[in-house]
């Protein structure tokens, strides 16, 4: 696939924002990729270019339907100032799974992989230098066909825009307080909670508001059917350190199979920790935490990396986590993954890549 590469002019390129007050998603990059998708055409007019509005038909289907998926990685500065990503191929992989299961055409991973490196180069004076501070990038597929009738589109816009955003925790770890809910669920077997489609996040903020207004940073989801299990934490996958035993849920069709889920899992085995995919109930956690056990629980996502919890509300019990401090375990997979991340330790994975 050819793809061209449109600069946008220096008298228009932005200023850029202030390194020590990114927040997160609020300064878009000068360039963006684009390519489109017409069924019997495949994808065509692929194009770097500069950062734009698009046009859309107000009865273009994503609007009405919500055909929508994406995906969310880091382009960080190395201490050699080499600009590196992390385990790139595997988005682009996961964002086929979500297209197959969205009845949305799969993108060409090699052909987008190399636009996405030449956008991030393009951009690169953007990738921040701030300690902890990344370039999130979020690639994007939404259908565009004009029409009102239920059934997958036949024209899709692909799309990859950056943010620079600031670190996570500017000042070390605050581990979060979370909400546990027996109201809402997220997904369910056979429903979408395994892709990354757009109507998930819909259908999870009203459980994030009433926990917000309740004090609480982020909601634990339990399985919909038995409302027992531990699913996920908010967008994050999540681990419990129960005596020495290592715990999170297995990807049985309503957990997103996080990249971060993956890397962590990785780790602490080879680092000879007892790690154990398994269903674990809401139960075992406070009875684990009642008898003493349960040591640590964190949350694990690109946007974070490592979320310590430092308490959890479950029926108004509450149930207080290593005395609301981040845990050995933690601290250690936090340092460990932004070391590799960013150069200073080695990558025997294969995991960071040179743009
Ligand atoms: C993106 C996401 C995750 C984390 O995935 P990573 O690949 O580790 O960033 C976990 N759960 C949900 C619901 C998500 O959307």
Known sequence: MDI????????LLKTKPDENSLGFGQHMTDHM???LYDEGIGWHDAAVQPYENFSLD?????????QAIFEGLKAYRGNDDKIYLFRPTENLKRMNASAARMCMPEIPVDAVYDALKKLVALDKDWVPRADGATLYIRPTMVASEAGLGVRPSRQYIFFIINCPVGAYYPEGFNPVKIFVTDKYVRAVAGGVGNVKTAGNYAASIMAAVEAQKLGYTQVLWLDAIERRYIEEVGTMNIFFLIGDELITPPLTGSILPGITRDSVLRLTKDWGLKVSEKRITIDEVLAANEKGNLREIFGTGTAAVISPVGEINY???ICTI????TGELSQKLFDELQAIQNGSSADPYGWVVEV
Do not use: I, S, W
């Not at 061209?4 to 008298?11: G, L, N, S």
């Not at 107000?58 to 919500?66: D, I, K, R, T």
């Not at 290593?322 to 401090?325: D, I, P, S």
């Open 315 to 317: 029926k108004d019990q």
């Open 33 to 35: 990729f684009v390519m």
């Open 322 to 325: 290593n005395n609301g401090k």
């Open 58 to 66: 107000p009865a273009a289907m994503v609007l009405h339907y919500g």
């Open 4 to 11: 061209r590469v449109k600069k946008e002019a220096p008298d």
